[in-house]
Structure formats: structure tokens, C-alpha cells
């Protein structure tokens, strides 16, 4: 043991003479502050007794990575903790148990296979956006304003607002669940504002526009996309929800069509107006196909049908209509035809009304009818003499 006032110089000249691994350098004066010199480079440490009064040996630096006043500022700050009662030993060693971010995504994303029907975008969200930035950091270093910084930065950059808040959004669903398992105890995405956005489309087809369209799918190479849009558009189904619909579910003689599952987790019933039903009789079967819509040549569902879509829009000039426009559409024009939203919601499976509401701008001429045929009740002039 090696005792003498630890000093930068001496920091810089220390090593460790042949024969030996390592030499320990302590600090004069008692203070346990001390140099640990190997072979290949030295380290300081603080000594302290924890609260138990055993000898501790806590790191502080490796030397050169900090400079000489910084480790002693340190070392002291660790020697005042243990002084006034703290086990900054214990500290650390907490410390490192805390998992890396990488280890925490790991759970996550097998919790979430369990039950998640949109898996696939919670796995690509973390993977691709959440694990690049975070994932080797500990839970304890991630800092609620570096993370408001990180997510500022990529609406910065170009990134849709609502990719923006579903990541945000998966991010924080990590520490809840980090917390529930007791892995550690807080959540720096918590308290991050959402950033209010608009993400609702106003593109409806009308008449015309439907009639180019159907025109369009009847040119395509996919035998099925007439059937698909036409159905589509019709029952205001979601894509994935047609796509994957079996013969089973459909009741020809009640012109009903059962959804097992949805994407709000539950049940519903489409019904299904004559249009729609002089589509599904025309419909091939396939033997031993289950599915109403099944792409003939593999017999299974369609895992998309982007290309035949792209071309039939192009073909009809509405290069700016979405697909999920058609579900759109299709509340358009039954709220138009006088149909009360409360009663479109429960069409299209909405589960709250609130989701209808959306379309509530489109019910104008209802509404106006509603307002006259009531002043016409009233049967009183009140701009008489006005």
C-alpha cells in the first residue's frame, strides 16, 4: 500500500512495476480516496463504510476519462453521502440492476404477441424508431427532456404527426409496463404533451366519381378488386376486416354478414343492403375455400391488393383517393340520404359516437330540414313588424 497526496501529476506518472498486477495509491490525510494502478491503466476509487460498517470499494472513474478535479470532486460528493448516512454503495449496485431500454422492449414486444391484433405495427414502431435510440441506455438514464427533444426532432424531420404521437405513445406503454413488473418506477414519456393534430380526410367520392371507379376495377387484372371496392364501399367495412371474411360468417337468407372480431375487440353485424348482396351472388367459390374473397391462385386472403388498386385509381383519375376513403365514403352517403349518425357509427362499428362525429359537417341538409320543418311547427312569425 502505497500512501501519498494524490495529485494530477502523479495520476500521469503512476504504474505498476514488473512483478506486480496492480498497485493501490491512497490519498494522505485519510480520506479513502484512492488510485488503483494495473498494467493497463488505472482507476479511481472512494472507500466508505456502509451502513452497515463494512468496507466498501466504490469506482468513481477510470483515469484519463475524467480529468484529476473531477474524480476528487466526485469521490468527495460519495464520501459526504456515506457520511451523513447514505449507502452509496448500495446506490450503485441499484444502479446497475436497472435493465438497458433494449431489455425492457424485449417484454414488451413479447407481452404484446399475446394479444394484439395490430402486433406487427408495435414490433416495426419499436424496432424501427423506439430500440435505434433508446435501446442501450438504462431506464434510469432516459430523461423526460431528452425524449420531448428526440420526438420534436422527428416531427422536425418530416414524420407525420400521428407516426409522431404512435410513438410517443408505444414509447410511454413500455414504462407502464416496466412499472407494472416492478422493473422500475417511473415514466419520463408520461408527462410529454400530445401535439394536437388533425389527421381526418375530407376526400369523399361522389356519384360520378364511384361510377369512374367501378369502371376502373372492371379493367383490372385482379379478378377480385370489382368485388372488393364494390363491397368496400357499400358495407364501410375496414379492408383487413373484407379481406379475411369467410363464407360462414354471411347469412344470405338474413342478408347479414357476422364479424367475429374487430378492431376495437368485439363483435358486430353488417347488414347488408340488395347492392351488396347482387355482388356477393356473384362471387366464385372455391372448393374447400373458406374465404369470401380469396386471391385464386393461392386460395388464401389477399395480404394486400396495392398494386391493383394504384392502377385502378390511376385509370379512374383519382390518384388522391385512399383506400380506407371507400369506408369513408360509404358514411357519406348514408348521412346524406338522411341517416342519423348514431345509427351510421353502429354501421361501420364505431364503438362511440364520438368517432362519427367526424362526418357530422356532411348531414347539413338534414339538419337544415330538420330546422325548417321545426320553425314550420312553430307556425309563428317572430320578424312581424321587424
Excluded at 484529476?68 to 451523513?84: D, G, H, N, T, Y
Excluded at 431489455?103 to 424501427?128: G, V
Excluded at 364501410?236 to 363464407?247: C, I, M, T
Excluded at 347469412?251 to 347482387?278: E, I, Y
Amino acid at each position: 500500500m502505497v500512501v501519498e497526496k494524490l495529485t494530477a501529476q502523479l495520476a500521469r506518472l503512476a504504474y505498476c512495476p514488473e512483478g506486480k498486477t496492480r498497485v493501490n495509491i491512497y490519498d494522505e490525510g485519510g480520506t479513502g480516496f484512492m488510485l488503483e494502478v494495473r498494467r493497463n491503466g488505472s482507476t479511481w476509487y472512494q472507500r466508505v463504510r456502509d451502513p452497515s460498517g463494512r468496507l466498501r470499494q466504490i469506482k468513481v472513474a477510470t483515469n484519463g476519462a475524467i480529468t484529476f478535479e473531477q474524480a476528487k470532486k466526485a469521490a468527495q460528493k460519495i464520501r459526504s453521502e456515506a457520511v451523513l448516512g447514505g449507502d452509496p454503495a448500495g446506490r450503485k449496485e441499484k444502479q446497475r440492476a436497472i435493465p438497458l431500454y433494449a431489455d425492457l422492449a424485449e417484454q414488451h414486444l413479447a407481452h404484446a404477441k399475446t394479444y394484439q391484433r395490430s402486433y406487427d405495427s408495435t414490433e416495426r414502431i419499436i424496432n424501427n424508431h423506439v430500440l435505434l435510440r433508446w435501446g442501450k441506455k438504462r431506464l434510469d438514464e432516459i430523461k423526460q427532456q431528452d425524449v420531448a427533444k428526440w420526438l420534436a426532432d422527428k416531427r422536425a424531420g418530416g414524420l407525420a404527426p400521428a407516426s409522431v404521437e404512435k410513438i410517443r405513445t408505444m414509447f410511454s406503454r413500455s414504462f407502464v409496463l416496466a412499472m407494472q413488473w416492478d422493473m422500475f418506477d417511473r415514466n419520463p414519456v408520461k408527462d410529454i404533451p400530445r401535439v394536437k393534430f388533425n389527421n381526418a380526410r375530407e376526400r369523399y367520392l361522389t356519384s360520378e366519381e364511384a361510377e369512374r371507379l367501378r369502371l376502373a376495377c372492371e379493367c383490372s387484372s385482379n379478378p377480385q378488386l370489382k368485388h372488393i371496392v364494390g363491397l368496400l364501399l357499400l358495407t364501410g367495412a375496414r379492408k383487413s376486416e373484407l379481406l379475411n371474411a369467410e363464407w360462414q360468417h354471411i347469412d344470405l337468407v338474413k342478408r347479414s354478414w357476422r364479424l367475429p372480431m374487430t378492431k376495437n375487440g368485439r363483435g358486430r353485424h353488417v347488414p347488408l343492403s340488395k347492392p351488396a348482396m347482387d355482388i356477393i351472388n356473384q362471387l366464385p367459390k372455391f372448393a374447400g375455400c373458406p374465404y369470401l374473397l380469396p386471391n385464386p391462385s393461392s386460395l388464401k386472403p389477399y395480404s394486400d391488393i396495392k398494386r391493383a388498386w394504384q392502377q385502378a385509381r390511376k385509370l379512374a383519375d383519382l390518384d388522391d383517393l385512399h383506400l380506407h376513403d371507400l369506408r369513408h365514403s360509404a358514411a357519406s352517403f348514408m348521412i346524406n340520404a338522411g341517416i342519423d349518425l348514431y345509427t351510421v357509427g353502429r354501421l361501420i362499428g364505431h364503438v362511440s359516437v364520438a368517432s362519427t362525429t367526424r362526418y357530422s359537417h356532411l348531414a347539413n341538409d338534414t339538419l337544415m330540414a330538420a330546422a325548417e320543418a321545426g320553425a314550420a311547427k312553430l307556425d309563428v312569425s317572430w320578424s312581424k313588424g321587424v
